[in-house]
T-cell receptor, first 110, second 117 residues
């Protein structure tokens, strides 16, 4: 069964901390790995897309890495801010569909 | 560039009724995917349309059906609503490549919140 697991399920940190969110998947035959942010009751906002041939992507304070051999991806958030508080979801693609994890709920305390 | 838009944003139905949700894809995108997200869960894939044809389907019963139009907008129809259909329904558009079977980067709308009483 193709599964995506995200650890931790919830995380609370003080403002300014650097943090790492983890995503693991069981099927290494992926095409893309995409990270999303979701605010309560809202849709998903794309943060970073890592294509299968890539190892990492960076955007501002965010850096995502992909290690297909170990079935893992990490999202690194530098110098966290209260505005980063949201649920972060990772998703891997197969042929036509994305399979999502259940997300990490992040709260950054001012 | 116009993003993905969905309508309606919220709706309430009763068991047994039918509902139609609508989605306009992002400009230049030819593929629309629909996902169901229950509270506290990750989105679950319902189906995908590529150039007006169903290109893949998740583990959802036939009462979940869809359409894609020539302008690449899409509808999700759910018949005989059940209480468990209460969820956030998300539409995502992308630039798909049929020959390789891959799905490009997904861009989501804000979703339609369906409550079934």
């Amino acid at each position: 069964k193709q599964e995506v697991t995200q650890i931790p399920a919830a995380l609370s940190v003080p403002e300014g901390e650097n943090l790492v969110l983890n995503c693991s998947f069981t099927d290494s035959a992926i095409y893309n790995l995409q990270w999303f942010r979701q605010d309560p009751g809202k849709g998903l906002t794309s943060l970073l897309l890592i294509q299968s041939s890539q190892r990492e992507q960076t955007s501002g304070r965010l850096n995502a890495s992909l290690d297909k051999s170990s079935g893992r991806s990490t999202l690194y958030i530098a110098a966290s801010q209260p505005g980063d508080s949201a649920t972060y979801l990772c998703a891997r693609t197969g042929t036509y569909k994305y399979i999502f994890g259940t997300g990490t709920r992040l709260k950054v305390l001012a | 560039e116009t993003g993905v838009t969905q309508s309606p944003t919220h709706l309430i139905k009763t068991r047994g009724q039918q509902v139609t949700l609508r989605c306009s894809s992002q400009s230049g995108h030819n593929t629309v995917s629909w996902y169901q997200q229950a509270l506290g869960q990750g989105p679950q894939f319902i189906f995908q349309y590529y150039r007006e044809e169903e290109n893949g389907r998740g583990n959802f019963p036939p009462r979940f059906s869809g359409l894609q139009f020539p302008n690449y907008s899409s509808e999700l129809n759910v018949n005989a609503l059940e209480l468990d259909d209460s969820a956030l329904y998300l539409c995502a558009s992308s630039l798909g490549i049929r020959t390789s079977g891959t799905s490009g980067e997904l861009f989501f709308g804000e979703g339609s919140r369906l409550t079934v009483l």
